[in-house]
């Protein structure tokens, strides 16, 4: 028994090899590897998860996702990473279904398809295959081309797809295995694999004749207009037409690569596939088996007609052409990725507008927006900005001449300038919100409408007040010279005439003479000078070198207001970028700018009734085109 006051020994030292304090690093290092081990299972389970969901990477083509999954069988790699970049072309109504396929050709949503599909939709809407189901992107029109019925959407959003590349076609033989995908109402894919019957083949629909196809068997149904044919690659062979033979049966043609590449570049950055190498084994051969399961699972026998409501019909094939270098669309210089027949089309064409501004001081606006539409295919959307650009620079000059020479009357045109810029702002989202196919009958009713009043005025000149029109918009004054002419040529003989549109200083008067002035230029793309002018004259009682003077600030300030929406709201809207107006506006300005001059010039030299002679047969040539069916 131990005594409480004793004194306790020392404790023994504690010899067990556990308890001694080395094993605290190693455990430590276990852990650790333990963490690791758990950290890299994560990645690689999010590195499969975003292979599935494909959108993870804001530029990844199909091309380049078949590559990074390498764990699965040829054919069905092709079949899994291709449907995501394939789109269903529809109505913009909720219910609608799509009434054609399409391809995404670009990251930032742009789709290739049939124009035919889409010619006659007021609204347009591109269905996208998500992991979560169909999504709905509103589109609008940026580019046709009717001579080979292409024609290119733009989501409107700022997200980025999955996308193809285009084939390298040259390399494109009769034999080839090839692949038609498409979707169908459901929003479901559809697929069928052929094989490149000919090449640079001639298809007459309609009157018109387009060259340069492809012909395969492996369109089937009218579910793959529009969609892309692709090779073993998943590269862009081109897009699809389901026509009907003489013997009523399904024929597939295809729009190649190289003539897309030819007319798009200019609007979207096109991606371009090496030259393919031999099909592989599982693609050319021994797969006809699990395609015929494919088909059945996504829909569509091996070999019905398929015939629906987008497959053109009555068409008449041309000989069947060989593998030949098409240098129609290949090769040849271009500046700013535009070929350069387009470039002096888009120079010839400003400098028409521009000699149409000088020479009749109006009508140069119309002129040059009518051209994109009908002779380029450019859409509203990509026209308007390229418009206010150019008028910014043109109209910009003309005001600093004007008040060089003192015309321009600052207390007058001051209070306008809020109202013609809020009148664009408004025009524009009007403008937007009817679409393009209104906008060109709005035109063409507009230059019916001018054409009718200057016939009128050649058969009675008697009720034109000044020897030259006086509708204006007249963008430059070259020299004192000119000013000289102009003032003497315009001496305001209608002043009886403007007294009786009297209207008290105010809200209301500027509001009159400004708001629709704007309005016109954000609906129509025009600079709105021809409605500017006359109010000018006779409701603010103006002469007609001020009234011309006052309009030439009014549009440049309407103008850059067009121009900051324009850009903005296609910018946060994902529409438009910046590149491809401004890049047409540096084409357009100088002839737009060098056709006023000589305009002005030759308004000195040639007779009224040729003038408006002249001016007559552009404005019905304009009301024709763009009233009438092509």
Not at 98 to 118: D, K, N, P, Q
Not at 367 to 377: I, N, S
Not at 383 to 388: E, L, Q
Not at 454 to 462: K, Q, S
Request: aromatic share 6%.
């Amino acid at each position: 028994m131990i005594e409480t006051g004793e004194t306790m020994g020392e404790l023994p030292e504690n010899s067990i090899v556990f308890c001694e304090r080395t094993w605290k690093p190693a455990v430590a290092v276990l852990a650790l590897l333990v963490v690791l081990t758990f950290a890299w299972g994560a990645f690689l389970l999010n590195n499969y998860d975003d292979d599935d969901v494909i959108g993870s990477g804001d530029d990844l083509s199909v091309g380049q996702f078949l590559l990074r999954n390498v764990a699965m069988p040829d054919i069905q790699r092709l079949y899994y990473s291709v449907p995501p970049a394939v789109v269903g072309v529809g109505t913009g109504s909720v219910n609608g279904g799509a009434v054609a396929s399409g391809a995404i050709v670009g990251a930032a949503g742009y789709v290739v398809t049939a124009l035919h599909s889409v010619a006659n939709l007021a609204e347009i809407s591109v269905q996208v295959a998500s992991p979560t189901g169909i999504r709905r992107f509103p589109a609008q029109i940026v580019k046709t081309i009717p001579s080979h019925d292409l024609a290119l959407l733009k989501m409107q959003t700022t997200e980025h797809f999955l996308h193809f590349r285009m084939a390298d076609v040259q390399s494109v033989v009769p034999g080839q295995p090839v692949f038609a995908f498409g979707r169908n109402m459901a929003g479901s894919p559809v697929v069928r694999q052929g094989l490149v019957q000919s090449a640079d083949v001639p298809l007459t629909v309609g009157g018109t004749q387009i060259t340069h196809l492809v012909r395969s068997d492996a369109v089937y149904s009218w579910e793959q207009t529009g969609g892309p044919l692709v090779d073993a690659q998943g590269d862009l062979v081109g897009i699809n037409i389901a026509a009907t033979g003489p013997n009523g049966k399904v024929e597939g043609f295809t729009v190649p690569a190289q003539v897309i590449v030819a007319h798009l570049r200019d609007m979207v950055r096109l991606k371009t596939g090496s030259a393919p190498t031999a099909a592989p084994k599982t693609v050319a051969a021994g797969s006809t088996a699990w395609w015929s399961k494919a088909r059945t699972v996504v829909g569509g026998p091996s070999n019905a007609p398929g015939l629906g409501l987008n497959v053109v019909q009555g068409v008449s094939a041309g000989p069947a052409g060989l593998p030949l270098l098409d240098t129609d669309h290949v090769g040849g210089l271009r500046i700013a990725g535009y070929p350069l027949a387009d470039v002096f089309g888009l120079a010839l064409l400003s400098l028409a507008a521009g000699l149409t501004g000088g020479m009749m001081t109006m009508g140069g606006g119309v002129l040059q927006v009518a051209g994109m539409m009908v002779f380029f295919g450019y859409g509203m959307y990509l026209i308007r900005p390229v418009a206010f650009l150019t008028n910014v620079v043109v109209y910009g000059a003309a005001a600093l001449r004007n008040n060089k020479v003192g015309l321009i009357q600052w207390d007058k045109v001051v209070p306008l300038i809020p109202w013609g810029v809020g009148g664009v702002v408004v025009g524009y989202f009007i403008g937007n919100s009817i679409g393009d196919s209104v906008v060109g009958i709005l035109l063409g009713l507009f230059a019916m409408t001018m054409a009718a009043k200057a016939v009128h005025e050649i058969l009675h000149p008697d009720v034109a007040d000044d020897p030259h029109p006086d509708v204006a918009g007249a963008p430059v004054i070259v020299n004192g010279d000119d000013l000289d002419e102009l003032l003497a040529l315009t001496e305001d003989k209608g002043e009886g005439k403007a007294k009786r549109f009297r209207l008290p200083p105010g809200p209301a008067h500027s509001a009159i003479l400004g708001l629709p002035m704007g309005l016109i230029s954000g609906i129509l793309g025009i600079s709105g000078g021809v409605i500017e002018v006359p109010l000018q004259r006779y409701v603010g009682r103006i002469s007609l070198q001020n009234a011309i003077a006052n309009s030439s600030v009014l549009v440049f300030w309407a103008s850059v207001a067009g121009s900051l929406v324009a850009f903005l709201h296609g910018a946060s809207t994902g529409l438009i970028h910046w590149e491809a107006p401004v890049t047409l506006a540096l084409l357009m300005i100088p002839g737009a700018y060098v056709g006023g001059i000589l305009g002005a010039r030759l308004m000195r030299v040639l007779p009224v009734p040729v003038l408006k002679g002249i001016y007559a047969a552009t404005m019905a040539t304009i009301a024709v085109k763009m009233l009438l069916p092509s």
